[in-house]
């Protein structure tokens, strides 16, 4: 095959999406398979019985991996914490080396959702991105760079405090404004284990006319206006996207407007109105992210 392609991963906590991508990013095939939980050796194991075939059809020049936790570019160790434990710890980079003649080069994936935006939409100004899913997650780009921070924990805007709970215990933004507080709060209101709900299910539930859960997802919006608001305020940025599987709602940038509304004629010392869209790249963004930081590490390198 004359045409270079690569081969992009996108670690979740679920799953393990993958596309066989060209350099201009171009995804020419793609699939998922259930992320392995147990150990490092099931991880290895399902990347050869299901990937390698793959990697070795398209000869591929190089494999892009987008992953959860503090990713260390530099080593290519991913440090903090994620549902899949076995990914802290090791020199992936090393390994894939190593075991494949892969060379890999590895990225946040909140920040790869945000090189996505930076690489396809073209955007050129100073962004942060909200990646609201069962947490949330952020990236903050500057000058057309990824902000990692001094500990690597640049823009992990989940973690913000935005109050209280019944009991005087600090909320953060994950707790409050992810999919996951809808899902935990609309099943505790039924009574329901909460794996038979999704957010879906809970917006479709409103919409059948459940003013309680009407009401749960307006406090939902409320405390994802507050994030935007605080994010505005620490970061200052000229816009501020909003990522996850929620950003394909019609109607979410206007019910987050309608809070902001509020919030602003609340506090009419605050000038500055966050400028929000939703991502571009949609449920690839990741992919096309982690391609996009391994040819810039290529590039830095050659």
């Known amino acids: 095959m004359s045409e270079q392609h690569y081969l992009a991963l996108d670690i979740g906590g679920s799953a393990v999406k993958y596309g066989i991508m060209t350099p201009n990013g171009n995804i020419i095939s793609k699939g998922s398979y259930p992320s392995p939980t147990t150990n490092i050796e099931d991880f290895w194991q399902q990347f050869e019985q299901q990937l390698l075939p793959i990697a070795r059809q398209y000869q591929v020049s190089g494999l ?15 440090y903090g914490h994620s549902a899949l434990r076995y990914l ?6 090393q390994e894939f080396q190593d075991r494949y003649q892969l060379h890999c080069e590895i990225e946040n994936d909140a920040n790869c959702a945000a090189l996505a935006e930076l690489w396809h939409s073209k955007l050129d100004d100073d962004f942060c991105l909200l990646v609201i899913g069962t947490g949330v997650g952020g990236s903050t780009v500057i000058n057309g760079k990824v902000h990692h921070g001094k500990h690597l924990h640049g823009a992990e805007f989940g973690y913000m405090f935005v109050g209280v709970d019944d009991e005087g215990k600090p909320v953060n933004i994950s707790g409050c404004a992810a999919t996951r507080s809808l899902i935990q709060n609309t099943a505790k209101l039924l009574g329901l284990p909460e794996d038979q709900l999704n957010g879906k299910k809970v917006f479709e539930l409103a919409e059948m006319g459940d003013e309680r859960i009407q009401a749960i997802i307006d406090k939902w919006y409320q405390m994802l206006a507050y994030a935007v608001y605080n994010v505005q305020y620490c970061v200052d940025p000229n816009r501020i996207i909003i990522g996850g599987a929620i950003s394909s709602r019609p109607d979410l940038l206007e019910r987050i407007e309608e809070k902001l509304d509020q919030i602003f004629s609340e506090n009419p010392y605050s000038s500055v109105r966050p400028q929000l869209s939703v991502c571009e790249a949609g449920n690839d963004a990741n992919l096309i992210g982690a391609l996009y930081h391994y040819l810039q590490r290529q590039e830095l390198k050659s």
């Not at 802290?88 to 980079?93: I, L, S």
């Open 64 to 78: 892009a991996i987008s992953a959860p936790g503090s990713v260390d570019c530099e080593s290519s160790i991913i």
């Open 88 to 93: 802290h710890g090791p020199n992936y980079r």
